[in-house]
């Protein structure tokens, strides 16, 4: 149902496929078993996408009933079920700070011993699309949501630096730091806007006021892991940006340095479903609320 609620409303399977980050095949084989089954066409298939028939406009409008009774009903039971054995799906970003998550997940177990807890690296978008579907409880997004069927709360602001290879990063170094506009004639080592549109043209919009040519948009799903990172800006004329207590190990070749003035400031917001009445989920957003002195 929820496949086929994704397909009408994006108007293809390619984009319903990234939206429910399932491969485009299957999901083309769901809804060819899904006509079978009702034994009758649901949809039409054209160069341009796909378009709903009649009947597939009928399916359309009870799939989208059934499903927000059955979210409506896994809400309501969620105050009962928070007690017992259960399992907190979290999304979290690359680069999350390696203290934040940690010190929460503590605390969680020391109240809810019985709660187990699934992480997976996604991108914000990814996140927001599996909040929405119920395929998540809990997710750390670069940006903050729009609508009302999200609660968020800010929980880090990071004063992003700048990683260079270390001969590049002698001469281009002040007492302060580096300027943003020292970076002009390097590439960005950056990441694609579909993982964080919001946080990607803010990113980009600031990079370009100080003259750097930002080029060609990574290709989209391009994970920007630390290899990548490091690899580009080993080479001497790309440069990507790290928080201060970016946690892998840096090679004598690679330096790490403050922008001067802290121009690009990272946030973090902590986002779950407005309807969830999860006892051990509000206690971990709790926890995610107290300073690490706290």
Known sequence: ????????????????????????????????????????????????????????????????AVLARHDQALAAMAAHTAAGHSVLRIGIPLELPSDLLSRALVDLADAYPVTR????????????????SGDLDLGLLR??????????MLVVEEHLGVLLATDLAVKLAGPDGIRLDALAGLDWV??????SPAWYDALT?????????LGPEPPEGQSLIAEVKLAAVGAGRAFTLAPPDWSQPLPESVTWSPLVGHPLVRRTWA???????????????????QPPSA
């Open 271 to 289: 986002v779950w479903p407005a309807s969830s009445h999860r006892r051990d989920l509000g206690h971990l957003i709790a926890a995610l609320d």
């Open 190 to 195: 950056g990441f694609p806007r579909s993982g």
């Open 143 to 152: 940006e903050h949501p729009s609508g009302q069927d999200l609660d968020a």
């Open 205 to 213: 919009a600031i990079l370009r006021s100080h003259g750097i040519d």
């Open 117 to 132: 807890v699934q992480a997976r690296h996604m991108s914000t978008s990814a996140q927001l699309a599996a909040l929405r």
């Open 1 to 64: 149902m929820r496949a086929f609620v994704a397909v009408v409303e994006e108007g293809g399977l390619s984009a319903a496929a990234r939206r429910l980050h399932v491969s485009q095949p299957a999901l083309s084989q769901t809804m060819v078993t899904l006509e079978r089954q009702f034994g009758v066409q649901l949809l039409v298939r054209s160069s341009t996408g796909v378009q709903a028939t009649d009947a597939g406009l009928t399916l359309l409008a009870e799939a989208r």
